[in-house]
């Protein structure tokens, strides 16, 4: 019903920024929070950051908190990750999730996942 497609991903040196996107197409009147995880190999999905698509109210995992930022644009169906002072743990596929409550934090809470996208962080 959901479609979601992530991109902006890549290799950035250590101190660097990137911004991701997600695209959100097909029944996106059901959407009430959309938001952003990483995972690692070997590791469990991690929380990074959500938005809550009426109203923009956002939380953050206490590891990005300040550097990274969470925003989205209603018109265009997409949200944004703005990810700051990159360090090599940020290291991690992407992955952008909808759902229908109220900015859940954990994987199972979200109904809707893209693809993923790579991000890599050099020292």
């Known amino acids: 019903q959901v479609q979601l497609v992530e991109s902006g991903g890549g290799l950035v040196q250590a101190g660097g920024s990137l911004r991701l996107s997600c695209a959100a197409s097909g029944r996106t009147f059901s959407i009430i929070t959309m938001g952003w995880f990483r995972q690692s190999p070997g590791k469990e999905r991690e929380f990074v950051a959500a938005i809550k698509w009426n109203g923009g109210d956002t939380v953050y995992a206490d590891s990005v908190k300040g550097p990274f930022v969470i925003s989205r644009d209603n018109a265009k169906n997409t949200m944004y990750l703005q990810a700051n002072s990159l360090k090599p743990e940020d290291t991690a596929v992407y992955y952008c999730?909808?759902?229908?409550?109220?900015?859940?934090?954990?994987?199972?809470?979200?109904?809707?996942w893209g693809q993923g996208t790579q991000v890599t962080v050099s020292s």
């Open positions: 999730a909808a759902g229908r409550a109220i900015l859940p934090t954990t994987p199972g809470e979200y109904r809707y």
